[in-house]
């Protein structure tokens, strides 16, 4: 009997050896027939895949990135040894001894389809995947025929004689697509881990490398389940290629799969800023480099500046909104057709902490008591206190079950799955904010509007709006230039000018009175508009003009008598820029937001330095910024500053345009000037009555630079603004700017540029 099994045996192994041979045969003939028309392989020698490009802050953080294909190349020593054994026991256990086609397994793979009547096993090694994965270098369709995969197993052979198995296993590592945008292992590591694949534990790799199968279907943001399972399945098959133990792999498997990044990225903290980086780099290299190559570009964005501004500007846009009263919820789940308990938003994917807004739905709303909300798995209570700003008296006023409603997290109980929130709505009003480094004229800090998402729009660049008051510090400028003083007699009264065609233009103040004579400087801070149209028509339209000019406003404006009170359009970063002059000694640096550009290799393409400009004479630099710190004081408009402004040097100036349509404030310290813009995007809709400058858009700067000052190191040594050697200092009377003895109680602080000051020969204070 034992005979008769072994000739059996025996003859079976003669029949297979047959069918391998004759096989073998076949496919040499084949091969050789299609191998002339292949491409050659040495194209691999200079595998240059496509990568990701990163945009990073002054400080080394990574605050956008650009890719067609989320990709970073990794080199052989630095992929995790248990990564490449699960990869390889997963994928092809015969890697190490196969030359690129594995035979047996065609063989095996071919019976098994032919048994079992359907696709049962795949038969491709590692190499050939490879292969098929650069289709587009080697000519390759996705179409699954006989001709497609004989050419395929042609380049892995061809892969296999010109280059080692480390180099294959290389790119086979960074090329292959492992979901959600993300190629390469290190790519998906940090996306599902937010870790280098060096840092992956033995259940995470496993996870990596069951992902190679099927991406779309086994990724953990699609299917934990699915994931799940065919991470065991790597982790069994590691055990029984001896790469770890059984014991290691029957630990593994019970350890559930915690992922720590999302499938969709969240919007860094600069999106606008990014945005314009973005134009740069596509203006300056083309598109196909900027997203195929891998540029690292280094921008003078400070991210604590940019947490600030977001914070200063988010909490005052809602401050501004809650102001104006509570607006019905758009959307009700309900009505959508989905049930409370089954609606999901993108935003409970992420964490969620005390102080940010989130998206809820309303569970219940009653009459009396508290309403129940529900965000993500946690439900939420909102008591009367939550939503007293609505001027609403119940929940049932303000929403109904199934509505999606904003909330700002006040307290979290995970234990319990509670959370404590209160009610906030989104803005409709837009706002902008903008800090430049006076030094260097880097960009700092840029918002561009409330929200990328809503509106990629640039309102700190892009939106030419009118300047209101904050023009008029350009008009006072020119006149210190031309031998006036802070103290020079200005005259508030009524005045009439002809405007053709039997017109008259008859300014008036915002307040609709007039005061008689009045110093310069009162009438920079308290932004009175007669003096400055008639300062404007003393000096000549077209004289003021050339110092906007200077100052860096590119639009011509025409040369009438109310672009002194900001009737002239411009943008957020011409003003801010603009006023970086006067703490700067009458320098102007450029503003600018791309420090260099280096290639994939660290070759440097671009570098950006700061590039003056000189604008106007330093002493006059000073002297308007002495009266600019008046605007924030308690005679000025800024007067909500005052405090601040007692504790550390500031300047800058309110504006506000007819119908308060726009409300402005630029101000600036020795180092850094910030300006803030609010208003909607339809020019003709007004913010409110009382929602002017020194109301709307100063305490969002104020908020801001609280901040600031307190990160600064030297909070308890200010900076101070540098007087050139020719400013003589007196103390002058605050009404009529007359001379009076040092120290006196409630007098100014008065600067002038020597030769002026009264007293001068040169002096003069005639009304004008």
Known sequence: MAHVVIKVARNAGIVALFIVTAMLGILSGVMFAYAGDLPQVSALDNYSPSTITRIYSSTAQVIGEFATQRRVVVGYDDINPLLR??????????????????????????VTDLVERRRAQGASTLTQQLARNLKEQFGLTNEKSFERKIREMILAIQIEKRYTKKEIFTIYCNQMYLGHGA???????RLYFQKSNTQLTLEEAALVAGIFQTPERQSPFVDMKRATNRRNIVLQRMAEERYITQAQADAAKQKPIVTRGQPNQPPGIAPHFVEEVRKHVERQYGAKVLYENGLSVTTTLDPKLQEMANRALEHGLRAYDKRHGWRRPLRNVLAEKHTIDGF??????????VGDVVPA?????????????????????????????????????????????DVAIAKIDAPNGAATVTLEQAPLAEGAILAIDNHTGQIKAMIGGWSFGRSKFNRAIQAYRQLGSTFKPIVYTAAIDRGFTPSSILMDGPVSYSAGNGQTYSPHNYDHKFLGPITLRYALEESRNIPAIKMMDTLGPKAVLDYAKRFGFEENFPPYLPIALGAGDATLLDITSAYTTFPNQGVRMKPFLVLNVKDRDGNLLE??????????RADTAYVMTNMLRGVLSLRGTGAKAAAMASQWPLAGKTGTVDDNTDAWFVGFDPDITVGVWLGFDDKRKSLGAAEQGAFAALPIWMDFMKAYIGGRPDTD???????????????????????LPAATAGSIHEAFISGTQPGAASFSRQPQ
């Open 717 to 739: 040594d200010p900076p101070e603004f540098q007087a050139p050697g020719n400013i003589v200092f007196l103390a002058t009377d605050k009404g009529n700017g007359s001379v």
């Open 183 to 189: 190629y390469g292992v290190e790519a998906a590591s």
């Open 344 to 353: 999901k938003d993108e935003r409970w994917n992420r964490p969620m902490a």
């Open 85 to 110: 054994q699960a990869i390889i026991a997963t994928e092809d256990a015969e890697f190490d001894r196969h030359f690129g086609v594995n035979i047996w397994r065609i063989f095996v793979a071919a």
């Open 361 to 405: 739905v309303v569970v219940t709303a009653p009459k009396t008591g508290s309403a129940r909300l529900r965000v993500g798995a946690l439900h939420a209570d909102l008591d009367r206190p939550g939503y007293t700003w609505t001027r609403r008296t119940s929940a049932a006023d303000l929403f109904k079950p199934g509505d999606i409603v």
């Open 607 to 616: 570098e950006n330095r700061a590039e003056p400009n000189d604008v106007i």
